[in-house]
């Protein structure tokens, strides 16, 4: 995560400012005209609306990253997969795979 948002990464960490600004700063680059949203149930905790699914957010490193499965992926990949108007880019861009780069 680069510029603006990474600052923001970082002053959650230092402050301990909420998750939640995070989360809705990432889900807010939705452009749809219904917008793509993840409702949020408790501290970390969010859901796909009209799904009873619970995901997990977290930060780790200076990455906000969802349990998805047995591991984590980045809160941008997880929208990535579940945002209609984020998947039509990717298709049309005719988007590669995602793979993580190098730790």
């Given at each position: 995560q680069a510029g603006i948002l990474g600052q923001i990464v970082q002053d959650v960490q230092k402050t301990g400012m909420d998750l939640h600004i995070l989360v809705r700063a990432i889900v807010s680059r939705c452009t749809c005209k219904t917008p793509f949203q993840l409702d949020r149930v408790g501290d970390?905790?969010?859901?796909?609306?009209?799904?009873?699914?619970?995901?997990?957010?977290?930060?780790?490193?200076?990455?906000?990253?969802?349990?998805?499965?047995?591991?984590?992926?980045?809160l941008d990949h997880f929208i990535a997969k579940h945002d209609p108007c984020r998947m039509k880019l990717k298709h049309i861009s005719g988007g590669s795979p995602y793979s993580p780069g190098p730790n």
């Open positions: 970390g905790k969010y859901k796909l609306p009209n799904t009873s699914q619970i995901f997990f957010v977290r930060i780790l490193r200076n990455h906000v990253m969802v349990r998805v499965g047995g591991g984590w992926d980045t």
